[in-house]
């Protein structure tokens, strides 16, 4: 209790201190407006060829279509401009006590560094969590209404194993690398540099691919892994099950059923050529990685704090 | 003045042009040693300048005057010389910099594709026409993008909200701005990455084509140029650099509350004072 009250405390100030500042609100409306609006710009004007015969119900099929078009869309773009932007909205989350000159104030409390830490990166969790799930109702609710129904359950298994780990490490380690400036200024260049680093998904050549694919693992990036998991058992499940030669085989002359199929290759996307070239990385090295990186990370910002403290 | 300079000076830093030479030295990387796999035409050497550009245009356009950012705010609103001004100096200092910055890289590009033997895509080298759009085209983006940060910061008082939102659209439009003209064509006049006329093509571009590159670049950089006026307009208005509200609706509470007028009448309040 004596060690929960503080924490409590920490994070409903640093809820109210980020809801003040706004900057997340930006974030979640730059998330919404490209969703919905890429979608649509991208995928929404047209209408779907549907082949005339194929062994699977036009239902389904249109079911299926709407589901890729809502789910898959434009979320690998999504995922760059939350690697990329979400670090430097929230990197000024202890940084901004220097500032405001209530770092003080917050040292001559009875909480500890590490306590402060974790409060900050517990708030983030919590503003982040309930964005996303009104972001993910918002956009489901739009595109229910602008091209029909799809797939709820693959839908939120794309935001919850997709989306929500990313986001949430993204601005976790954010807040925890930009902990040590003194400066919002400095801060946010250390999150620009992480997010930089963040965002490169791009596949390298040669030499210099086997290092960056060796870098994988200390980097974020590879969690694009799980969304593109997630793209591919959706592909393999859904998609395959109309398109693979089997089905096909029996329609091979349908050319509405080629143009159908062709249609919702994700390869089509410039973005998921990156991704799918890549064997997708297993989810339990994801994890560990991720833990171990977090972990690393967080004992780097506390022993800055620390001999900055000792220090001053 | 001596003294305004240095600490304009050392208020515009290095980061801003670090940060765009770090974008630039990465492009020419993987032009130099044909790094990646997906082709990435922003990342093109005889482009670069006008990708990297805009990313140091942002944050050093953020940072010039943020007001949450400024520890002396309150000083320098008491200072006969307005926040405006100091904008405009800060940027006349910066400005020159990030062109030493764009014209370096753009040459550095020209290099790089001459040391490669032949002009873009194996064709004829670049005329004088083409080296003058190398060296000029990243103006109007890096002004829009600049002009953009610029008024977000204003209107948030944060810096971090101006960078935040001019790297998101930067990286956009950077990735699918081709997209977005073609399947809107009318909005090329405002598109920033908008393709320059053929460059190193055996035949000169057409007089139509060099003209709508032109228009183009005009009304991306006005579009910037107004972007930054409306954020210099908000600084003259020093309650709102305070953050103290709108200060319509102040006046609005002091007439109300029967406080010294001063002089306008606020729009849609009763004339007569309200009965207790």
């Known amino acids: 209790m004596s060690l929960l009250r503080p924490l409590y405390g920490v994070t409903r100030t640093e809820i109210r201190l980020q809801w003040r500042r706004r900057t997340l609100l930006l974030y979640a409306g730059l998330v919404l407006v490209t969703l919905v609006a890429g979608t649509y710009l991208l995928f929404g004007q047209d209408t779907p060829v549907l082949p005339g015969s194929s062994p699977i119900p036009i239902q389904r099929l249109e079911r299926i279509s709407n589901t890729t078009r809502v789910s898959l869309g434009v979320f690998p773009i999504l995922m760059v401009i939350t690697l990329f932007t979400l670090p430097i909205l929230a990197a000024e989350s202890v940084p901004v006590d220097s500032a405001t000159g209530m770092r003080p104030v917050l040292d001559s409390l009875p909480v500890s560094t590490g306590m402060v830490l974790l409060g900050k990166v517990l708030a983030l969790f919590i503003l982040l969590l309930l964005e996303l799930c009104a972001l993910a109702a918002l956009h489901g609710a739009t595109g229910w209404i602008l091209y029909g129904p799809f797939d709820v359950g693959e839908?939120?298994?794309?935001?919850?194993?997709?989306?929500?780990?990313?986001?949430?490490?993204?601005?976790?380690?954010?807040?925890?690398?930009?902990?040590?400036?003194?400066?919002?200024?400095?801060?946010?260049?250390?999150?620009?540099?992480?997010?930089?680093?963040?965002?490169?998904?791009?596949?390298?050549?040669?030499?210099?691919g086997q290092v960056w694919d060796t870098l994988a693992i200390s980097r974020p990036s590879f969690l694009f892994e799980l969304y593109s998991g997630q793209a591919r058992r959706l592909q393999a499940g859904l998609i395959e099950e109309v398109c693979s030669p089997p089905n096909t085989g029996t329609n091979s002359t349908d050319p509405g059923l080629e143009a159908w199929c062709s249609q919702l290759e994700l390869s089509n996307l410039d973005i998921w050529n990156a991704l799918l070239t890549h064997p997708p990385m297993p989810i339990r090295t994801t994890l560990i990685a991720c833990s171990v990186q977090g972990v690393l990370v967080w004992l780097l910002a506390w022993a800055w704090r620390n001999g900055r403290e000792g220090r001053e | 003045m001596r003294i305004d300079l240095r600490v304009d000076l050392r208020h515009i830093g290095w980061a801003a042009l670090a940060a765009g030479a770090a974008v630039a030295g990465f492009g020419l990387a993987v032009y130099r040693w044909d790094l990646v796999l997906v082709s990435l035409d922003a990342l093109q050497p005889l482009r670069l300048a006008e990708t990297a550009a805009p990313v140091a245009a942002v944050i050093q356009s953020a940072f010039l005057f943020s007001p949450e950012d400024e520890p002396a705010l309150e000083v320098?609103?008491?200072?006969?010389?307005?926040?405006?001004?100091?904008?405009?100096?800060?940027?006349?200092?910066?400005?020159?910099?990030?062109?030493?910055?764009?014209?370096?890289?753009?040459?550095?590009?020209?290099?790089?594709?001459?040391?490669?033997?032949?002009?873009?895509?194996?064709?004829?080298?670049?005329s004088a026409m083409d080296i003058a759009i190398l060296l000029t085209g990243w103006m109007a983006p890096a002004i829009l993008f600049a002009g953009l940060a610029q008024w977000v910061t204003q209107a948030s008082r944060q810096a971090v909200n101006g960078v935040a939102l001019g790297l998101v659209l930067w990286l956009g439009l950077a990735l699918a701005g081709d997209a977005l003209t073609t399947r809107f064509p009318f909005l090329w006049p405002v598109s920033p990455f908008l393709h320059p006329p053929c460059m190193g093509c055996p035949e000169a571009a057409s007089l139509a084509a060099l003209a709508q590159y032109g228009v183009n670049r005009v009304c991306v950089a006005l579009l910037g140029v107004s972007l930054f006026a409306l954020g210099a307009r908000r600084l003259q208005d020093s309650q709102a650099v305070l953050g103290i509200g709108n200060p319509r609706r102040l006046e609005t509470a002091r007439f109300e509350t029967g406080e010294k007028e001063t002089g306008r009448k606020p729009t849609g309040i009763p004339s007569e004072p309200r009965s207790l």
Do not use: D, N
């Open chain 1, 155 to 208: 839908y939120l298994r794309v935001w919850l194993f997709g989306i929500l780990p990313l986001t949430l490490f993204s601005g976790g380690m954010a807040v925890l690398l930009a902990s040590g400036q003194k400066e919002r200024r400095r801060a946010i260049l250390v999150a620009l540099v992480f997010g930089l680093y963040q965002a490169m998904a791009l596949p390298l050549k040669g030499t210099a």
């Open chain 2, 76 to 126: 320098f609103l008491a200072c006969p010389r307005s926040p405006g001004k100091i904008l405009i100096q800060r940027l006349a200092l910066a400005a020159p910099l990030h062109g030493i910055l764009a014209v370096a890289v753009g040459l550095a590009g020209l290099a790089v594709v001459g040391a490669s033997g032949a002009g873009p895509a194996g064709q004829s080298p670049l």
